[in-house]
């Protein structure tokens, strides 16, 4: 029924395939671990980031932002005082003549 000749051939065929396959999923397992591991190091790295800036400017002190050459400075809006024309004005409230 069974050629005893194919039956190592056969081996062969599902040992490189049983190698293949397992060198596969580690890969592939090693690309995902390493990409999670790395957004999880830049999320890290954004929210650091933010909570320093968010520190500097709420303690009312000028935070610089540098990319590349260009420089800007950041501050609370709160820590800013309107002058005294551009404050809102008082507005009253004037009862309805239909009422």
């Keep these: 029924m069974f050629d005893t000749k194919k039956i190592p051939v056969l ?3 599902i040992i490189i395939w049983l190698i293949f396959t397992t060198l596969y999923l ?3 397992e090693y690309n995902r671990l390493n990409f999670v591991v790395g957004q999880t190091a830049y999320n890290s790295g954004v929210h650091d980031t933010l909570a320093q800036i968010m520190a ?8 610089p932002l540098t990319i590349d050459s260009n420089t800007i400075e950041v501050i609370g809006t709160k820590c800013q005082q309107l ?9 009253k409230v004037v009862a309805d003549p239909a009422e």
């Design 26 to 28: 580690v890969f592939s």
């Design 11 to 13: 081996k062969i065929v």
């Design 83 to 91: 002058p005294e024309a551009a404050q809102p004005a008082e507005t």
């Design 56 to 63: 500097g400017a709420s303690q009312c002190q000028p935070v």
